[in-house]
C-alpha cells in the first residue's frame, strides 16, 4: 500500500496529471507524467475503468500497478505526480508484464519533462 502523502487522491490533481502531463504507452497500460519540483514528493494514481474486467480482476491489476509504483518510488522520490490508466489488456497480462511496461513508461515520460527543463505542468 502506498502512503498517503505518495497518492493522487483528488479529481483535480488528475485531470492537472492527464491534461498536462507527457503521455507514454505501452501494450497494457498509459501512463501520464508531471513534474513537481524537488521538493514535493511523488504521487501515483490509478485508473482501471470497467472494461478492464469484473471487479476481482480491476483490484488485481490495481494492486499489481501499486507495488510497481511503490518499486518506482525508491528510485524517484521526490518531483514527479503519476496517473496510470491500465487498458483491458493489462487483465490478461502477467505480474512481469505489467512491472516491465510500468517501468518502460515511466522512464519515457521522466526522460521527456526533463528534458523540457521540468517546465511541462510545473506552473500549478
Known amino acids: ?3 498517503i502523502a505518495h497518492r493522487v487522491r483528488t479529481a483535480t490533481d488528475f485531470s492537472h496529471t492527464v491534461r498536462s502531463g507527457t503521455r507514454s504507452g505501452c ?10 519540483g524537488a521538493g514535493r ?7 482501471v475503468s470497467k472494461s478492464v474486467g469484473n471487479a476481482v ?18 528510485k524517484r522520490p521526490v518531483g514527479v505526480d ?6 483491458p ?4 497480462a502477467g ?4 512491472s516491465s511496461d510500468f517501468e518502460r513508461c ?11 527543463g521540468g517546465r511541462k505542468g510545473d506552473g500549478r
Open 82 to 87: 503519476v496517473v496510470v490508466r491500465a487498458l
Open 95 to 98: 505480474w512481469p508484464e505489467l
Open 106 to 116: 515511466l522512464a519515457s515520460s521522466v526522460k521527456r519533462f526533463s528534458k523540457d
Open 89 to 92: 489488456s493489462a487483465a490478461s
Open 57 to 74: 480482476t480491476r483490484n488485481l491489476v490495481k494492486r499489481r500497478l501499486r507495488e510497481a509504483a511503490a518499486s518506482a518510488l525508491v
Open 41 to 47: 514528493p511523488s504521487r501515483f494514481g490509478f485508473i
Open 1 to 3: 500500500m502506498l502512503p
Open 27 to 36: 501494450r497494457n497500460l498509459v501512463l501520464y507524467a508531471v513534474g513537481t
